[in-house]
């Protein structure tokens, strides 16, 4: 009896995944280069 496992579920879950982690670096990028907006939510240099 072979087992058939289905690894489409787990190549999207990496996916899904890579995708977070390539957009979390470009939103460090952004803050890095002090672009508009990029130090939300840690917003320094503002009277609140």
Avoid: C, E, N
Wanted: charged content about 15%; proline content about 6%; cysteine-free.
């Amino acid at each position: 009896m072979t087992l058939y496992v289905s690894y489409a579920p787990l190549r999207w879950i990496l996916v899904v995944m890579a995708v977070g982690v390539f957009v979390s670096g470009g939103r460090d990028l952004y803050a890095a280069a002090r672009l508009p907006h990029g130090d939300w939510p840690w917003v320094q240099d503002r009277v609140v």
